[in-house]
């Protein structure tokens, strides 16, 4: 089951049926809607695994009810076969069904709002004549009160949604330009990377906003800002973005799943210019470090030496460190880089401790193929453990972060139970 | 029983270890639809996530990832008088199954056989004067060149990673490497590993006595690596749990960490487990097999129609399939008529340990392949000619694994209770080994059929082994015994056990060498004294190929995964350039 916090909290595609016959597009425009789809990640929350693509049913939990995803194959009944152009457009860039009720915006029409026009007919070719119709009906959605009033959204929309077109800032190269209309639009990074306001809408809608993608929070887990990417290299967004790891990282989390299902597919230019755009970005303001890095020699000569360890350090040795080694340095593209990794030192440790409890995989890509998994530590180490552990890694070799109490601890384990 | 007929495939590979995981993936890349059946379970990281693997008792000691003797047993004896009896506990050797088979728990040393050791006959008709060997051996030249074969070991080494110093780079001999080895395409992919305080020793006192020592060449990597295939192995962090477990940390070469993340992306690849080929059928005319039948988890025979058959299973399994599905004639040791079945060899190894009191080896911190070895004494480089005997050795210090359980304790202690207590805390770590690994020539009486009493659990005759050292292999022994011994006493330690046969000798069964069981179903020049040209490919049933140790006509000193992986590329690239063109017989007899 997906799960989304409170904003997307309200959202979901059922669309109903009024119609027009279609002439069949051309292929090479159903072959870009194809690309496209990949682009907006569509086939996360409209297929579920091992059913027909795109025939809905995903339950996204809102934390207000259970949102299902619709059916978005073009059989005519079900799905979208008798939806026009303008409905198509219409409920993605608008979150407006045919039969004019609103979708919730677990759908992120906000952010598709800036796709083009061009690529909206893409798309419409492509859903319509380049995805096997299914007469599957994916469960109603059930909203609790008053999120089940659907026109509730309409003020929503009214209030938050900026339906302005994609506009480029001035002195941006074609391929920033091609980033940011993608980032901005398709992408929909900033549903995610761009903090909500209490309404749980996006903070700011596009680059012009310097709260756009500086980072938030996703079912606690501590969500990274993509401004500037001061630690990372172009090309080790791409290799992220393409692969699920790079030079220092390997992808964990909610973003798992967006690079197996959509990134690893987008064509290397497009990823090349969502890296320039990111790294073209004014970063956002640092904030000190919270406490005194150790210093990565003087760690790594404590761990080296091994001996008067404190709890953190041993366990660090028994459990850590033959991946990422005494220097925590890890190995390129396999083991993640943990001097200096920011889910190390977010200010959150929440995606520390779930990493430590349930472990991580890179998902299987076509320029990367080994699935590498670090095991779960859950069932080995005792909150206080995986305390005393991340308080030592978040202050070890260069890291500047807070201590982490049981509690903390206690509460990751306890949301990773509930799944 | 319910008989289940599958869709055909193009290729089935019966097997899922390194030579069907080359050929599956090799195969499936040309656009062939692939499928593997593998007897044993499925084996993913999962399993072997850290720190499940670090556990002796199961993975050493119950064998926890080999064959079961219910499985894989075989009957033995020493001559054909003998009745032979079943093996019901692993000794001498431990085959695997499961998905990776042997190739998951080996320990990961990478070594090639010299070009003498790829032309032994014609060495040994040159070196050796007529009537000086044991006119029962049948040593044979593997038929291919040296030029044929290397560009398919450099593309294997690459395939593992293999990290250890170049010897030989295109004629040009290189400093630290192995100036005996054959010229290399390419240096190795990766510099060495660290060493240990037993490696530099025993380097220290071979360069002082006038030997060449080099480190053991190795699989597991000593840097991050990403393989032809695109897949990725992490450098060892040389926690020493190699031989008999699988690697808790993707820096063992192996199927599951060079190929099968890249296999089972491809839409025409599948692969079933649990599943136990027991034969392959053939069509009326006997000349081409129709596809295998093997029996599912749920006990029912199914039959998978294919284009293309592999046997890939362990030597002697490979071998059995044959014997069972008619493939070939039996070889017969009286008339020496027949194929299937002759030449098989295995090995010996030897041993001195050395202990120190006042040297710490820390063996619970080494890589499986961790040593260094010397080349010096394998065949055409050293005087084996007047010695009377043919053959060598690589003779290696190796620290494999620091796991406690049997850990050696010099002569005289205690093997339980206080006594051992008290050695243990003396001397675990306080020791170091040099060993020797020796070829194994073959010979008219040692060979395989099948056993005339005893069956399988589905009612199928057991493989039978008729084997036992032979004087050459003796006197080999013993002349390794006296440079062993010379070396050791030279490192001057504090006490020293030996383990080196004797010449009067019997093969024990019950101690463990090494899973390097040869031949059986042996490649060559000619089908009247082999059973698979030089593709690999069966010379009577012409859709069959398999790639094996079951293809070496004897055994050299090298350690046999490198050559399996060459052979099966070199057999691969026969099919995708030749056979599918025009499916028949590759090499006209």
């Not at chain 1, 992408?187 to 990377?193: E, I, K, V």
């Not at chain 1, 996006?202 to 906003?209: L, V």
């Given at each position: 089951m997906k799960r989304l916090t409170t904003l997307r909290a309200i959202a979901a595609l059922c669309l109903a049926a009024v119609s027009l016959a279609h002439a069949a597009p051309d292929a090479a425009l159903v072959q870009r809607g194809e690309s496209l789809a990949r682009m907006g990640d569509c086939v996360a929350c409209h297929s579920v695994p091992g059913k027909a693509p795109y025939a809905g049913g995903v339950p996204i939990d809102s934390g207000h009810g259970i949102i299902y995803s619709s059916?978005?194959?073009?059989?005519?009944q079900h799905g979208i076969g008798a939806y026009t152009l303008q409905q198509f457009s219409d409920a993605v860039r608008k979150g407006v069904r045919a039969d004019g009720t609103n979708l919730y915006p677990a759908m992120p029409y906000p952010n598709y709002a800036k796709v083009s026009d061009a690529d909206i007919q893409a798309l419409y070719a492509y859903f319509l004549a380049g995805v096997a119709p299914s007469p599957a009906q994916p469960p109603a959605t059930n909203m609790q009160f008053p999120f089940n009033?659907?026109?509730g959204m309409g003020l929503w929309n009214a209030v938050f949604?900026?339906?302005?077109p994609f506009r480029p800032q001035p002195g941006w190269s074609a391929q920033v330009t091609r980033g940011a209309y993608l980032v901005e639009g398709l992408?929909?990074?900033?549903?995610?990377?761009t903090p909500r306001g209490l309404?749980?809408?996006?903070?700011?809608?596009?680059?012009?906003?310097?709260?756009?993608?500086a980072g938030g929070e996703l079912v606690g887990w501590p969500v990274p800002s993509l401004r500037g990417m001061a630690h990372w290299s172009e090309q080790d967004v791409v290799d992220y973005l393409q692969t699920g790891r790079n030079r220092t990282a390997a992808v964990a989390g909610e973003m798992n799943q967006v690079v197996t299902h959509s990134t690893t597919h987008v064509a290397d230019a497009d990823v090349q210019a969502i890296a320039a755009y990111l790294k073209a970005l004014p970063p956002a303001a640092q904030r000190s470090a919270e406490v005194k890095p150790q210093g990565a020699a003087a760690t790594t000569r404590k761990l080296t030496a091994a001996t008067n360890l404190t709890l953190g350090e041993r366990l660090y040795l028994d459990n850590c460190a033959a991946c990422h080694f005494v220097t925590g340095g890890g190995a390129t593209r396999i083991f993640p880089q943990l001097d200096g990794a920011t889910v190390v030192n977010a200010d959150s440790p929440a995606g520390l401790i779930h990493v430590v409890l349930a472990g991580a995989k890179t998902p299987s890509t076509a320029k990367a193929p080994s699935v590498l998994a670090m095991p779960a530590f859950g069932a080995r180490l005792s909150d206080a453990e995986v305390a005393e552990l991340a308080t030592f890694l978040r202050q070890a070799w260069g890291n500047g972060a807070a201590a982490v109490s049981a509690r903390e601890v206690e509460k990751v384990r306890a949301r990773l139970a509930a799944h | 029983m319910p008989n289940i007929t599958l869709d055909e495939v193009d290729v089935v590979v019966v097997g899922l270890g390194w030579a069907g995981s080359l050929m599956a993936i090799e195969l499936a890349k040309e656009g062939l639809k692939v499928r593997a059946l593998e007897r044993g379970p499925d084996r993913t990281s999962e399993d072997f996530a850290y720190p499940k693997p670090a556990d002796q008792y199961a993975y050493a000691i119950r064998d926890k990832v080999f064959a079961t003797p219910r499985e894989a047993a075989l009957t033995v004896r020493y001559k054909r008088e003998e009745t032979a009896l079943p093996t019901r506990k692993w000794g001498a050797f431990a085959p695997g199954t499961g998905v990776g088979g042997s190739g998951l728990h080996w320990t990961g040393v990478l070594i090639r056989p010299t070009p003498t050791d790829l032309k032994l006959k014609t060495y040994a008709d040159h070196a050796y004067k007529r009537g000086t060997l044991d006119p029962d051996m049948r040593i044979k030249d593997f038929p291919f060149t040296w030029d044929e074969i290397e560009p398919h070991y450099d593309f294997f080494d690459k395939v593992c990673g293999l990290s250890g110093k170049t010897g030989n780079l295109r004629g040009q001999v290189q400093p630290g490497g192995d100036p005996f080895e054959g010229p290399r395409s390419s240096p190795y992919p990766l510099p060495a590993l660290h060493d240990t305080l037993n490696c530099s020793m025993f380097a220290d006192v071979a360069r002082r006595q006038g030997y060449h020592p080099f480190p053991?060449?190795?699989?597991?990597?000593s840097q991050a690596w990403t393989n032809p295939y695109g897949a990725q192995i992490a450098p060892c962090n040389y926690c020493g749990y190699c031989s008999k477990y699988a690697c808790l940390n993707y820096s063992k070469a192996s199927p599951q960490t060079t190929i099968l993340d890249v296999l089972k992306r491809m839409p025409n690849f599948d692969y079933k487990v649990n599943a136990n080929v027991i034969r392959v059928d053939l069509h009326a005319d006997r000349k081409t097999a129709r596809g295998v039948t093997y029996i599912d988890e749920h006990q029912r025979e199914v039959f998978q129609p294919a284009k293309i058959v592999v046997l890939s299973s362990f030597q002697f399994a490979n071998v059995r399939l044959m014997l069972l599905s008619g493939i070939g004639k039996p070889y017969d040791p009286v008339t020496e008529q027949g194929t299937i079945g002759r030449n098989y060899a295995f090995l010996s190894n030897g041993n001195a340990t050395l202990f120190f009191k006042d040297k710490h080896f820390n063996p619970f911190a080494t890589a499986g392949a961790t040593g260094e070895m010397i080349n010096d004494i394998s065949p055409g480089n050293f005087d084996g000619p007047k010695l009377g005997f043919i053959g060598g050795a690589k003779i290696h210090s190796s620290q494999s694994s620091g796991a406690p359980i049997g850990a050696a304790l010099p002569p005289g202690t205690p093997s339980w209770g206080k006594g051992w207590k008290e050695g243990m805390i003396d001397w675990y770590g306080r020791s170091m080994t040099i060993g020797i690994t020796t070829t194994c020539m073959s010979y008219r009486g040692h060979y395989l059929d099948l056993d005339p009493n005893y069956k399988d659990p589905w009612g199928m005759p057991l493989l039978r082994m008729t084997f036992d050292w032979r004087e050459n292999e003796l006197k080999l022994q013993r002349y390794l015994r006296e440079i062993v011994l010379g070396l050791a006493k030279d490192l001057k330690p504090d006490a020293m056990s030996e383990n080196f046969l004797a010449l009067d000798s019997h093969w024990d069964i019950t101690k463990y060498v090494s899973t390097h069981n040869v031949g059986g179903a042996i490649m060559g020049s000619s089908p009247r004294d082999s059973a698979l040209n030089r593709y690999l490919q069966s010379w009577d049933v012409h859709n069959v190929f398999v790639p094996g140790g079951n293809a070496f006509p004897q055994n050299f000193q090298a350690n046999p995964t490198a050559t399996i992986g060459a052979i099966t590329l070199f057999a691969a690239e026969a099919i995708k350039k030749q056979y599918l063109k025009k499916p028949g017989p590759l090499v006209q007899a």
């Open positions: 059916n978005i194959t073009p059989d005519r009033m659907r026109w949604v900026d339906q302005q992408g929909h990074c900033g549903s995610c990377h309404a749980m809408n996006e903070k700011a809608g596009g680059s012009a906003d310097a709260r756009f993608l | 053991n060449p190795s699989a597991n990597v």
